[in-house]
């Protein structure tokens, strides 16, 4: 389990086929061996096509339009660093956007994961009804995306919704939640919060992968619960929970359905729901100024892998590998 | 058991302790789906009582809200749910054997520069879908292909989700590498071998690539709201948007009985696959 998390490609199968030498001059490929690899390319046609017509042929046209005024309409036009210096001094909403996006990930991803890792840790140990339970927890996450849990978001967190509803049993009456600036953005991290048992599925497969031997040397030594889940379940788990953050974050860092159906397209009130990606959409699917959203979208990826990076860098420092690595 | 664990006083106190967490599990598996439980029964009342009742017994049950959505846009409801499970359908047919092939290489064969593919792959699970989507836009509209599925189905015919390639490569690595040479032996070649040995043995990884394609494509909004703007094209998340769009602040009824429809396919892959959704998050997540 220790190491399992790096997604390394050194592991990939190596099956050398031994090279024939072939009368004088260097080492021919033996013949199976060239068999071997024009079959390899004949299976992997659709991804080879896919991987230059749909991924690396955007990515290339992507980072030249982020330099050039282009509309759709007319030929793009090169602007240089406009765009980007634009972005940076005179869009007070690229700004806005960033900021609620910030918010969004450093509030609702730790809230998530404490979630689901509390949840984790009661279902553990030989639980009656853990799948039971388990399945419960996990079916928000399947629809946590979709339009219709958004559409009944609105809904819940409006004027005439069922949280007031629910306050005017106790004699409360509350406000629309979605409509205002102050608590819009509040409702979207609550529907992401909502969303834990994905990560909990993970720190479940993860809890039972520690050898239960640990638990019960340790509590010989006379180690309580707590001791136990300070010295045994959390170091071991830092691999996992590292795993987590790191997925959550770049995910999260792209939600976009979720504040365009509650905000209707417009991140509003008052751009409070302005999430990075809704003003992308925005700015190149609405007002069509697709050099300009390349260039955001060109931010977004360094910010992601910023992010990553330094997510990797400090790991050093609490995710615990093990003595194997 | 019940005079033995009074007596017990240490068997005694772990029931009490047992028993309170599930009563906790219980509660906060019920606020988790009130939501869920509180929409379901809203579609069901009529729409004065929806805001007046945040309990979830309706007490008066009323089919209107279903029979109301079901016609409250262009075409009736039906009509979204086709086209949805078409794109559905067709993206879960395009993910399994493009990936399964893809996957098939990578974890068998031996090629020229096979690392660094198999980086570029791994390195494309983790592509912010936003930095390829607006030339990807500009193609498919040069290609006279927006309002059709095409920019929706295509890529995943080429393989373009190399998550499931990732799930695949992890799984065919699992199965013993003498099957490949029994079959070499018996005379197959590399296609007969991935189809009528590795193929087959798949099926687990295969299942949980077709669910998460189902629930995933289902689900999705961002580049269906991209490339599906002819009302006749609509999909039920686009759909459900234009009804929230030109309702406004009404007609709830109906719109919670027609998410509730939009929700239901997941929902029942849910039930039918989530041993193969738990495994498939489980195996992803660690291996």
């Known amino acids: ?325 | 058991m019940a005079t033995v664990s009074s007596r017990n006083p240490v068997l005694y106190r772990r029931r009490v302790t047992r028993g309170a967490k599930h009563l906790m599990l219980i509660g906060f598996g019920l606020v988790m789906l009130y939501p869920l439980l509180w929409m379901i029964s809203s579609s069901l009342k009529p729409e004065e009582l929806i805001f007046r009742e945040p309990g979830l017994i309706p007490s008066e049950i009323t089919f209107e809200n279903y029979t109301q959505g079901w016609n409250a846009l262009a075409h009736p409801f039906s009509y979204y749910l086709w086209n949805s499970a078409l794109i559905t359908i067709l993206s879960v047919v395009g993910n399994l054997a493009a990936c399964s092939l893809a996957a098939y290489s990578f974890a068998r064969l031996n090629f020229p520069l096979k690392k660094l593919w198999f980086a570029l792959m791994l390195g494309t699970i983790m592509l912010p879908l936003h930095v390829v989507i607006v030339p990807q836009y500009i193609m498919f509209s040069q290609l006279d292909m927006i309002n059709t599925i095409w920019p929706l189905i295509l890529p995943k015919f080429l393989a373009h989700d190399s998550f499931f390639i990732f799930l695949m490569v992890q799984f065919i690595r699992t199965l013993p590498r003498e099957l490949d040479e029994a079959a070499a032996i018996d005379g197959a070649g590399y296609w007969r071998t991935f189809f009528r040995v590795i193929l087959p043995l798949c099926t687990p990884a295969l299942t949980t690539t077709a669910i998460f394609t189902f629930i995933w494509t289902w689900n999705d909004f961002f580049s269906q709201l991209l490339y599906l703007n002819n009302p006749d094209n609509f999909t039920v998340p686009v759909a459900l948007r234009s009804f929230l769009d030109s309702s406004g602040e009404s007609s709830w009824g109906p719109m919670f009985a027609m998410s509730i429809i939009a929700l239901g396919p997941i929902f029942g892959f849910f039930l039918a696959g989530q041993k193969y959704l738990i495994r498939g998050m489980a195996t992803t997540g660690l291996k």
């Open chain 1, 1 to 325: 389990m220790v190491d399992s998390l790096s997604l390394k490609p050194e592991a990939a199968a190596p099956a050398p086929a031994p090279a024939v030498k072939r009368g004088r001059g260097r080492p021919q490929p033996s013949l199976r061996s060239r068999r071997e690899a024009w079959a390899a390319h004949l299976f992997l046609v659709p991804w080879f096509i896919g991987l230059f017509l749909i991924t690396i042929g955007p990515i290339v046209a992507s980072f030249y339009l982020s330099f050039t005024d282009y509309s759709l309409l007319e030929e793009a036009k090169w602007v240089g660093l406009e765009n980007y210096i634009k972005l940076f001094t005179e869009d007070p909403r690229f700004w806005t956007s960033l900021k609620v996006t910030a918010v969004y990930v450093v509030v609702s991803v730790p809230l998530q994961l404490a979630f689901a890792l509390a949840l984790a840790l009661l279902l553990d140990r030989g639980l009656r009804g853990l799948s039971f339970y388990r399945s419960i927890y996990y079916l928000p996450s399947l629809l946590g995306g979709s339009v219709a849990i958004a559409i009944l978001w609105r809904k819940i967190f409006g004027a005439d919704g069922l949280v007031n509803a629910i306050l005017a049993v106790f004699g409360i009456q509350g406000t629309s939640y979605v409509n205002n600036p102050d608590t819009a953005l509040s409702t979207l991290i609550l529907l992401h919060v909502w969303t834990f048992g994905a990560p909990m599925v993970i720190f479940l497969a993860g809890l039972r992968q520690i050898p239960s031997s640990y638990y019960e040397a340790a509590s010989i030594d006379g180690a309580g619960t707590l001791q136990q889940f300070k010295s045994i379940t959390l170091p071991l788990l830092t691999p996992i929970i590292f795993f987590n953050l790191v997925l959550e974050i770049i995910k999260s860092f792209q939600s976009f359905t979720q504040s365009f159906i509650v905000s209707n397209g417009t991140g509003g009130p008052t751009d409070s729901t302005l999430f990075y990606t809704l003003y992308l959409y925005t700015k190149g699917f609405k007002d069509y100024e697709m050099g300009y959203a390349s260039a955001l979208a060109w931010v977004l990826v360094v910010i992601i892998a910023a992010l990553t990076g330094i997510n990797f860098l400090a790991s050093k420092y609490w995710v615990f590998y093990g003595d194997s690595k």
